[in-house]
């Protein structure tokens, strides 16, 4: 049962890693329900990492992770898929043979998301549905990606790059739609984002990982506000939190 007074997502202390040795060290961070955040940092930092261990991908090698209170650290990914944590993975990670209808179709949980308010967040995929997803642009792509996140009604939504390799302009219309997903569908989003400026404009908190160390949180207003910390962060200047 959800404890509706937990944050949506809290890390205390986290250890992530591969066989046993960390490359995210102590890293403490929230999201609450309806909330947006961004996890930024030059390459390298851990930002993947992080989500990948939220996600169940791999297991943490120290730590807490909590969903609405509830202790998740270690369950495999899709039992935490069937309890609301949905990864959009850097990649994307479609079957180029499968139609668009065909992987909403795969990603229906029990109560599944009506198509309607799937199509209101994302109207690109509705002219798409009996399109092979390996036939669709960059944009439509992530859209499709995004798409079958939401489609079983995540309560955290965890985004990995989704803006990679794509257009400016393609970048600056997916991002809002992980605003309207936390308004709309109350769940929490954390996002991992390489356009700093662009995430901070769809963000209410950003963190800040160097070297898999939390070197910098704030608001995305504060953060707007010292570009001068923001790159000292980027360059390993600011003194670990
Ligand atoms: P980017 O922005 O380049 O995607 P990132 O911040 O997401 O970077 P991670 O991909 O989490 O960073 O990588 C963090 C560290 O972990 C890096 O030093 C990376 O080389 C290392 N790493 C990533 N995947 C593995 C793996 N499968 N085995 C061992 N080390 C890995």
Not at 132 to 156: I, T
Request: charged residues 25%.
């Amino acid at each position: 049962m959800p404890d509706a007074t937990a944050h949506r997502l809290q890390l205390d202390g986290l250890d992530a890693g591969y066989d046993g040795v960390p490359v995210v060290r102590g890293l403490t961070l929230h999201v609450q329900p309806g909330e947006v955040v961004a996890l930024l940092g030059p390459n390298g930092a851990g930002k993947t990492t992080t989500l990948n261990t939220v996600a169940g991908l791999q297991a943490p090698v120290d730590g807490a992770i909590h969903v609405d209170g509830e202790p998740i650290a270690g369950r495999p990914a899709h039992k935490l898929a069937r309890a609301g944590v949905a990864l959009v993975p850097e990649g994307r990670s479609l079957f180029f043979n499968l139609t668009v209808r065909e992987h909403l179709k795969l990603a229906e949980g029990r109560e599944p998301l009506a198509k309607q308010d799937l199509m209101d967040l994302l109207p690109e995929l509705e002219k798409c549905l009996d399109r092979k997803a390996g036939v669709l642009s960059g944009g439509e792509q992530q859209m499709l990606a995004v798409g079958r996140a939401l489609v079983s009604r995540p309560r955290l939504l965890l985004v990995d790059e989704m803006s990679l390799g794509l257009a400016p302009v393609i970048v600056e219309r997916l991002l809002p739609i992980l605003r309207r997903v936390a308004s709309d569908l109350g769940a929490g989003v954390l996002f991992v984002e390489q356009h700093v400026a662009s995430a901070l404009k769809v963000a209410d908190r950003a963190y800040v990982l160097n070297h898999g160390r939390l070197v910098l949180e704030g608001t995305a207003q504060e953060l707007r506000d010292r570009p001068d910390l923001l790159k000292s962060s980027y360059l390993g200047e600011v003194a670990v939190a």
